[in-house]
């Protein structure tokens, strides 16, 4: 570390440097199968690839550095993107842990509960799925049991269920217009699933946002 650098500059810029290597890392990748096979790809067909989803990729990660630099911090954030998977498993652990300490994100201690947790997580989830790789084949037939299947689909909401509870309990005046939002949009629009939850969390935060902002204004908050 350099000398003289504060802990939150050591953390932007160590953040920063491992974000762009690994951001070269997954761009190598194709590159390397590319030059190992001896052939590339039609570059129309991946232009026209990129322009029809690049834009929305685009959209969500700026609004997502906006939404999750407040919940996580910014060396959760930056190790949140690094590692993937944040709305899943990282964002849950990490409320939680700072719920715990009784800390918040845009504290020093948040920073540091923040990244210990995703930290922590991440080193957990890789352990499991080494574990699972390896037991995958005897494990199959008791995964793919129909006794366990509705179980497994009720993880994750089970999950955000748990923390649900805890945030709507502290304010509820705040909590009902985004969990109407959320119930309307996921009823009444069929094509929003699993798939969308990456998305539909920076939209819920948004509008939670301006929704505080407005209850502010009129002294419901």
Known sequence: MKKNMTYMESV????????IIVGLVLLSFP????????TMPNFDVLLKGVVATAPMYWAVGIVEIFTYVPMLGAGG?????????ISNLKLPCAIDAMERAGVKATDEEGEVISTISIAVSSI??????????????????????????PAFDMILPAL?????????SKNL???????????ALFIF?????????????????????????????????
């Open 77 to 85: 954030t930056y190790l949140s993107f690094i590692t993937g998977n």
């Open 124 to 149: 957990v989830t890789t352990l499991i799925i080494i574990v699972g790789v390896i037991c995958i084949v005897p494990l199959t037939p008791v995964l793919e049991s129909p006794i366990l299947e």
């Open 173 to 183: 005046k705040l909590s009902i217009a985004p969990i109407i939002l959320m119930l």
């Open 12 to 19: 932007h810029h160590y953040g920063r440097i491992w974000g």
């Open 31 to 38: 590159l390397i199968l590319s030059l190992i096979f001896s």
């Open 160 to 168: 955000f269920g748990g923390l649900a509870v805890v945030f709507i």
């Open 189 to 221: 629009v069929p094509a929003l699933n699993a798939s969308t939850v990456g998305i539909m969390v920076p939209v819920g935060v948004i509008f939670t946002v301006i929704t505080a902002r407005i209850l502010y204004k009129k002294g419901l908050l």
